[in-house]
Structures are given as C-alpha cells and as structure tokens.
T-cell receptor
Framework: DAGITQSPRHKVTETGTPVTLRCHQT?????MYWYRQDPGHGLRLIHY???????DKGEVSDGYSVSRSKTEDFLLTLESATSSQTSVYFC?????????????FGDGTRLSIL | AQSVTQLDSQVPVFEEAPVELRCNYS??????LFWYVQYPNQGLQLLLK??????LVKGINGFEAEFNKSQTSFHLRKPSVHISDTAEYFC??????????????FGTGTQLKVEL
C-alpha cells in the first residue's frame, strides 16, 4: 500500500470554524491531490499540487485553500466551514508526470459540520 | 472535457455468478481509463487501468475490463464473484492539469452487493 496518512480520520465541528486536514506521504511523489466524495457525485477534485509551493485549483475549490511547504505534506484548509462542506475528503498521490499515471489514495477523513 | 457515466448505482448478484459493471466515457483527448474499488471506510484501490494496446485489461482480484472505442465504453467484468467483492466501484478517465499531473474524472460509482 502507498504510504499515505490522513489526519484526522474523523472530525465534527461547527459552522464558521476553521478546519485543517493533513495529508502526509512517505513515497516522495511529486503530485498530490485533494478530493471530496459525496453521494451521487463520485469524487471531485478540490485542489492539487505539482511541487513544493506549487498548487492550483480543481473543479470545486470555492471555500478551500491548500498549502504544501514540504514534499511530504499537503494541507487542506476550510477557512470558515459551512454545512455544505460536510463530506469525506481523500488525499491522493501520483509520481507520474503524464495522463497515464494512476493515483493512490489515503483512507479518507470524514468531516461533519454542524 | 472528460466525463464518465456509470448507469447502475447498485448491482445485486449472487455469489459465484458473473457480473458486469458498466462505464461509458467522454473524452476529447487521448483516453486513459481506470477502475477503482472502495471497501467500507477505506480509500480507493486501483483495480486496473487501460493505457494503450490490448483492449482487454486484466486487474487484481480476478477482474478484467474491455475498452471499446466505438462504444466509448470500459465495462468491468468478473466471471465468478465472491462475497468479499462487495464494495463500491468507480470508473475514471484521465485528463490534463496545469503544471502536469492528471485529473481523474470519476463516475458516480456502482455499489456491488454479493449475496449468498
């Protein structure tokens, strides 16, 4: 299994509070991704990183920010959480530089915003 | 732009019976396709991938998939399922991203339920 650790695994918080999710990899892969999984939508890309300090938006980036100060860590921040951000969040990594690369996923963080 | 359609949200099947999970895709670039499996409370695990060459792709756990360009399909099959195959299955197509790497566009998933 790919060495990907997501923390926390579960979190319950209140609307309006900031939340940070962490993804840590031991594979030294260049590319890291954050997805959210919601019923009826599959997985959707929030943000991704193609190197230290190099990040960009995915298809559902509103309300989220990311940072990558080290190769192994990719942080996802909800500056002011809303109930619509209740979801399961997955981090993925890939070493491939082209479209043929498979991504490897962490076990997810289940986030509930009340 | 890429898109993936998994028409069946749930597929019930008896143990040792064959199963096919359907996936249709739309892509304006070279087509690279993936099937992932998700067991309860776990992340997604790669089952198999089509990059080029033979249209029949074999994966882990006895699964295989056939790429059909004319039908724009990539259906997943297993000749005899086991109770442990109960899981959710996702089809995905690869697309490009600024800076490199690839964006996976996922279907909405098919829940396979194997019954005794």
């Amino acid at each position: 299994d790919a060495g990907i650790t997501q923390s926390p695994r579960h979190k319950v918080t209140e609307t309006g509070t900031p939340v940070t999710l962490r993804c840590h990899q031991t594979e030294n892969h260049r590319y890291m991704y954050w997805y959210r999984q919601d019923p009826g939508h599959g997985l959707r890309l929030i943000h991704y990183s193609y190197g230290v300090k190099d990040t960009d938006k995915g298809e559902v980036s509103d309300g989220y920010s990311v940072s990558r100060s080290k190769t192994e860590d990719f942080l996802l921040t909800l500056e002011s959480a809303t109930s619509s951000q209740t979801s399961v969040y997955f981090c993925a990594i890939s070493e491939s530089t082209d479209l043929r690369g498979a991504q490897h996923f962490g076990d997810g963080t289940r986030l509930s915003i009340l | 732009a890429q898109s993936v359609t998994q028409l069946d949200s749930q597929v019930p099947v008896f143990e040792e019976a064959p199963v096919e999970l359907r996936c249709n895709y739309s892509s304006s670039v070279s087509v690279y396709l993936f099937w992932y499996v998700q067991y309860p409370n776990q992340g997604l695990q790669l089952l198999l991938k089509y990059l080029s060459g033979s249209t029949l792709v074999k994966g882990i756990n006895g699964f295989e998939a056939e790429f059909n360009k004319s039908q724009t399909s990539f259906h997943l099959r297993k000749p005899s399922v086991h109770i442990s195959d109960t899981a959710e299955y996702f089809c995905a197509v690869s697309g490009g991203l600024t800076g490199g790497g690839n964006k996976l566009t996922f279907g909405t998933g098919t829940q396979l339920k194997v019954e005794l």
